[in-house]
């Protein structure tokens, strides 16, 4: 278990320590927990376990994953109240799954991890948070998250605005909008999500568009109660359910890879945008002149009818600044305003959303050295240079088509066979051969070439080069099959002692 060796400077030995109480790191705690092995700690900046769900609590927030799909394969919820739970319920779920495992006394609340540095000597990370305390451990689980660290706009005189600003992941529940004059900036998932639901408050609301997104219906039913009656009398129909809509999930991934298959589907969604938008003109501008999946495909029934209310419009004029009490557009135009929204998403480029701190690994690895060009990781997990470190969605690890917790749980898999294995071979630690790393990040960029993906939007996937450090390319049954078992000639185990011996003979 851990102990403290110091009381002024605390330093925690453990085993492992996981950064993040996420879906990610809750899953890999409840794993090792499973295991046997309760000498780690989880390291969250937040005062509450939830990440995403718990940060993001602006109007309408909820997933575009079916919820009995997006929740752990072994912690099933008979009674979600719909296909598409509200965020509140994911969060509850979040806590009750905390509760049920006993993960709460292994959680360090407002502990934020600021460097991470790896002793070859003693083959042991040492971790500093900006709370000043110490963590030592032979294992280090990054569960930072791919959507955490709020993108700020560099607008010019953003900050000179006089009314109220607020990022859609730290919403102000205090702040009354109603009768209020709105700017939404963006239109992603989160502003489609928001916007429709305080739309009837404010007085006037102005959603500003750079690129719109391909928007479908979202199957808003509920489960009767009969439906989760018989789920918690019988699991095997619950996980029946929940096959079957992985599987559906599962077939949307061709249309996603192959531009043809999307040519069908977007002739539908047009025809969708002109049937739910009464004015041609604005219908035409709401619709995307990019191919269907290159971005994120958003689900919402409430978007589009959103514009034919008298108090919304749409703008679609690059913004030029922002006054004191307004946002001028490139076209010259100035939109007065008391509330600026910022529905920019999140940075979503792994080498800063995995860590925004200096993490240095054997001698001459330092990760944003090492990650200059782009991000790159062995099945998202590990990364040549950086022994017993492992990462939860990391580089080409996140999906567009299904839910990021299946990927998550073979990622936890994975790890833990990693550690298996470094005991069997009785080594300090194990790092992946550069070799390795290289053909399957050769082999990714090859898979992404010709998809939707790559057909030439901008996109939240893709870092400023275009190349896409974010996606699994294809199937999730493949990821789950390639890394159902670590094949250890990838990887170098390294032993203390032999190097010692070596050094001595
Ligand atoms: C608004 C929103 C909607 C989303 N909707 C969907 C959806 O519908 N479907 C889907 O599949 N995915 C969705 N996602 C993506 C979502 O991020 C993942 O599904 C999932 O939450 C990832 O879990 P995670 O544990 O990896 O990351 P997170 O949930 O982001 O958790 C990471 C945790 O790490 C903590 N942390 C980060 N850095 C540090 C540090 N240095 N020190 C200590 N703690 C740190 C953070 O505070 C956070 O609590 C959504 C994300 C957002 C933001």
């Not at 990927?407 to 194990?430: F, W």
Request: net charge neutral.
């Amino acid at each position: 278990m851990s102990k403290k060796v110091s009381t002024k400077a605390p330093v925690t030995q453990v085993n492992v320590v996981i950064v993040g109480a996420g879906f990610g790191g809750l899953c890999m705690a409840i794993r090792l927990r499973e295991q046997g092995n309760d000498d780690f700690v989880v390291l969250e900046k937040a005062g509450e376990v939830g990440g995403a769900w718990y940060f993001n609590g602006y109007p309408g927030a909820g997933c575009d994953v079916q919820s009995h799909l997006y929740s752990y394969s072994f912690a099933g919820k008979p009674d979600w109240s719909k296909r598409y739970a509200p965020q509140q319920e994911i969060e509850q779920y979040i806590l009750d799954v905390t509760e049920q495992y006993g993960l709460r006394p292994f959680i360090r609340f407002r502990q934020e991890v600021n460097t991470a540095h790896f002793d070859a000597a003693t083959a042991r990370w040492t971790l500093h948070t900006a709370q000043g305390d110490t963590f030592v451990c032979r294992h280090f689980v990054l569960a930072s998250g791919p959507l955490h660290v709020p993108n700020i706009p560099a607008i010019q005189g953003l900050s000179d605005f006089q009314g109220k600003v607020m990022h859609s992941a730290e919403w102000d529940h205090d702040y009354d909008l109603a009768g209020k004059r709105v700017i939404s900036i963006g239109t992603g998932g989160s502003a489609i999500q928001y916007c429709p639901e305080i739309a009837p408050v404010v007085k006037s609301l102005s959603v500003f568009q750079r690129t719109p997104a391909w928007v479908v219906p979202r199957d808003e039913r509920g489960y009767p109660g009969i439906s989760k009656a018989l789920f918690r009398r019988f699991p095997s129909l619950r996980r029946l359910h929940r096959a079957r809509l992985y599987w559906s999930n599962e077939s949307r991934v061709m249309p996603a890879s192959s531009p043809r298959a999307a040519r069908v589907l977007e002739a539908l969604c047009r025809a969708f945008i002109r049937f739910q938008v009464r004015d041609r003109q604005l219908a035409r501008a709401l619709t995307p002149d990019y191919a269907f999946g290159c971005k994120r495909v958003l689900i919402s029934n409430k978007w589009y009818p959103m514009f034919n209310r008298d108090n919304v419009s749409l703008v679609t004029a690059g913004i030029r600044e922002v006054r004191a009490h307004s946002v001028v557009t490139d076209d010259g135009l100035e939109h007065p305003a008391d509330c600026l929204i910022l529905g920019t998403g999140f940075v979503v480029d792994p080498r800063i959303y995995m860590k925004d701190f200096p993490l240095t690994g054997l001698p001459g690895h330092e990760l944003t050295k090492d990650w200059a060009e782009a991000a790159e990781a062995y099945y998202g997990v590990t990364v040549s240079g950086y022994p017993n470190l492992y990462m939860l969605v990391g580089p080409n690890t996140g999906l567009g088509h299904n839910s990021i917790l299946f990927m998550i749980e073979c990622q936890v898999n994975y790890i833990l066979q990693c550690m298996r294995l470094l005991k069997a071979e009785e080594a300090d630690y194990l790092d992946v051969k550069p070799a390795a790393q290289r053909a399957f990040n050769d082999a990714v960029q090859r898979r992404l070439q010709g998809t939707t993906w790559t057909s030439g939007c901008t996109s939240w996937y893709q870092q400023a080069d275009g190349r896409n450090v974010a996606l699994w390319p294809g199937a999730t049954w493949r990821y789950w099959l390639e890394t159902r078992r670590v094949c250890s000639t990838d990887y170098e185990f390294v032993s203390l002692e032999e190097i010692q011996q070596q050094g001595a003979a």
